[in-house]
């Protein structure tokens, strides 16, 4: 990467880093400080309270993201950043658990995700692209686990209201990161391998194999709110107060990464990623068993949440590359971008349903819809395909006409190893996925110098 490259890079991860950081560091104190509110005695809202920002953000994403192609990237990421804090400010001054819902759906209407993803794609080289798409993919991994970490500390010294507004003020900080750090792009543009076409959008809800990627998606963050609205009330009631409840996290959160990444290298390194996707599937609903079952043990919650982020983990790693390896190529973007909006609703989905059956069934009531949940998906995910062995290479164009670029997609698409072609002339840009074992890369460096 150029001193640019990584200016940016770095500048646009904290950025998203942040503003995920707003959304998740409430989960594990949230539940139990919403009894002290007005209304917050009914599950169901509080439900609804954690999930507001699902709602707004899933359908507000994409069409942030156009919008940022019309009227420019950095606008739109003001604009979001500003409503992100105004939503958090709403929040932090609620007096009622109503408010606290209107404060969060504001938050996840600030849909800075598209937008900021389309700033790394005009401020970064295609062949360093994926290196910086990688950089904020981690920052989320661990924004996550800081959060779950930090929330209990920050709730002893400033309470859940003083929280709210310090993510207020670190988005209005945000905003002179983009002003001061972010590079501005000389050109705006599509990028075909980032953003979201509306013209594909029939294509890729139509791909069977697409959307077991997002019913996979969907029910893991389902899962993951659901649990949420119960764990901090078992850690109270295994005497241990909210103030401690980082010393849970922190050394399950650790120890679940280390066991995550000997899974992550054989997987990727093996054609055993099929049967590694499916076991951690069944991981985590065998987690949310034990979790039923010995949810009156401290000992027996903490091993029951470190199965279930070792195998969060690893689907959270793996769904994306899985994705990138499944969409055509001249519908990943559109594939990414209706992945993403559809984990933020199962998001919604996951804190709604979970409050409803807390507030009109019992706690008890979450952890069955958590393993039927996961038990659907597994049924689902074993219909899947095992991942073809494929990556992605992009190659710089010389400047060429539309006659010439389909020309040259004929050519390269007889090259031994290549799986599917797109070549873009306005881009200046060929796209191909290719076998990883038997691409003939100097055949197609020929034909890429040459033009045709």
């Not at 950081?21 to 005695?41: H, M, T, W």
Request: hydrophobic letters at 55%; proline letters at 3%; a neutral charge.
């Amino acid at each position: 990467m150029t001193a640019l490259e990584r200016r940016a890079s770095v500048g646009l991860a904290g950025i998203y880093g942040l503003r995920m950081l707003g959304l998740f560091i409430i989960l594990p104190i949230f539940a139990v400080y919403s009894k002290q509110l007005p209304g917050g005695e009914n599950h169901l809202l509080i439900g609804i309270a954690l999930g507001a920002y699902g709602l707004t953000q899933a359908f507000l994403q994409i069409p942030a993201g156009w919008l940022s192609d019309h009227y420019g990237r950095k606008p739109i990421i003001y604009g979001g950043l500003l409503l992100f804090a105004l939503g958090s400010f709403i929040a932090a001054s609620a007096d009622n658990i109503y408010w606290v819902i209107a404060g969060r759906a504001i938050q996840g209407a600030g849909a800075i995700n598209a937008a900021v993803m389309a700033l790394t794609a005009d401020l970064t080289r295609e062949e360093v692209r994926s290196r910086a798409m990688g950089m904020i993919g981690m920052t989320i991994g661990v924004t996550f686990s800081l959060a779950l970490i930090l929330s209990p500390i920050l709730n002893v010294w400033f309470g859940v209201p003083g929280i709210f507004a310090l993510t207020g003020v670190l988005a209005l900080l945000a905003m002179l990161v983009v002003r001061f750090v972010i590079p501005s792009p000389k050109i705006t543009r599509f990028h075909s391998d980032t953003e979201a076409n509306s013209s594909r959008l029939v294509e890729v809800l139509h791909n069977k194999d697409l959307l077991r990627l997002d019913f996979g998606i969907f029910s893991m963050h389902a899962v993951l709110m659901s649990v949420f609205l119960q764990v901090p009330f078992l850690l109270q009631a295994d005497d241990l107060e909210v103030s401690q409840h980082w010393k849970i996290y922190l050394p399950v959160m650790m120890i679940a990464f280390v066991l995550m990444v000997p899974l992550i290298i054989l997987a990727e390194k093996t054609d055993k990623g099929k049967q590694i996707f499916l076991m951690a599937i069944a991981l985590a609903g065998a987690a949310q068993v034990l979790l039923l079952v010995t949810q009156h043990s401290l000992w027996g919650v903490a091993l029951s949440l470190l199965a279930f982020f070792t195998a969060f983990n690893v689907l959270e790693a793996k769904l994306p590359s899985l994705i990138s390896v499944i969409a055509p190529i001249s519908a990943r973007g559109t594939a990414m971008g209706v992945y993403s909006s559809v984990q933020f609703l199962g998001a919604f989905f996951g804190a709604t349903v979970g409050g409803a059956l807390m507030q009109y069934i019992g706690g008890n009531a979450v952890f069955v819809f958590a393993i039927s949940m996961l038990v659907l998906w597994l049924l689902v995910a074993v219909g899947m395909q095992s991942p073809a062995a494929v990556r992605t290479k992009l190659y710089h164009l010389p400047e060429m006409d539309d006659a010439a670029a389909v020309e040259l997609r004929k050519r390269l698409a007889q090259v031994t190893g290549v799986c599917e072609v797109m070549v873009v002339a306005a881009e200046g840009m060929a796209f191909l996925k290719v076998d990883k074992h038997t691409y003939d890369e100097a055949s197609v460096e020929q034909l890429v110098m040459k033009g045709a």
